[in-house]
Every structure is written in structure tokens, then in C-alpha cells.
């Protein structure tokens, strides 16, 4: 068999047919908890400001919960800063996933030498 299997998995959350927690949005909250700033998160996450606010505010209606809160004014960029919920979901979210990849990567390895036995040539009856 050519190349090695590898194990992908995606996880999500929706609410209603409506995402509502996964992988990027759980690095947005994570991105936005060490910048403390929304333009920064989105500058180290390659996204656009825009982009990312819109994302953190669809989630936030989706819970009915802020994640974010930002301080108008002051000096400096450093003024936005996950809610406990937010820092609830992100500490939660990788923490279920991290769970989720061991139990998984366990799994696929019985798999994986299941199917490469499997795919091994048979010798010929003759």
C-alpha cells in the first residue's frame, strides 16, 4: 500500500443547525485571549478584523453569552479579554478534543493494522 494512513478528524458543535464551537473558532477565542486585542488575534491568525469580530459575534448569539468584551477608550491596543465563558469554552473545547484525538489515535491503530494486513498480497493457491 503507498503512503502511510493518517488519521483525520473535524469536530464541531452547532446549536440548531448553526455552528456554534470548533477548532477555529476555539484558536479565534484562544488568539484573542493572549493578544488581548481583537486587530491583533486577527493579524496573528491571518484574518481580517472584520472577519473575526463577525465570526465572535455570530457565536455570541448563538449562545445568548458574550465570549468577548472589549474597553473602549484608554491607551493602548490591549483591551479586549475573553468572559469566563469564553474562557470556559476554550479551556473545555481543547481539552475535549485533546481527549477526543488519544481515544481516536487509539482506535485508528487497530484500524491501521487491520487494513494493512488485510492489503498485504495473499499467497496463490495452487
Not at 83 to 111: I, N, Q, S, W
Request: charged fraction near 30%; glycine fraction near 12%; hydrophobic fraction near 40%.
Amino acid at each position: 500500500m503507498a503512503g502511510s494512513l493518517r488519521l483525520r478528524v473535524k469536530v464541531w458543535i452547532d446549536k440548531g443547525g448553526v455552528y456554534v464551537l470548533g477548532e477555529g473558532l476555539a484558536h479565534s477565542l484562544e488568539a484573542v485571549r493572549r493578544a488581548r486585542s481583537l486587530v491583533a488575534a486577527a493579524r496573528r491568525l491571518g484574518q481580517s478584523y472584520r472577519y473575526l469580530w463577525g465570526r465572535l459575534r455570530a457565536a455570541e448569539r448563538a449562545w445568548g453569552k458574550k465570549l468577548v468584551v472589549s474597553e473602549l477608550g484608554g491607551t493602548g491596543a490591549k483591551r479586549s479579554r475573553l468572559t469566563p465563558f469564553g474562557e470556559l469554552m476554550v479551556k473545555a473545547y481543547f481539552e475535549f478534543h485533546g481527549g477526543l484525538e488519544r481515544d481516536c489515535a487509539a482506535r485508528f491503530r487497530r484500524l491501521a493494522r487491520e487494513l494493512r494486513s488485510a492489503a498485504e498480497p495473499q499467497p496463490k493457491n495452487e
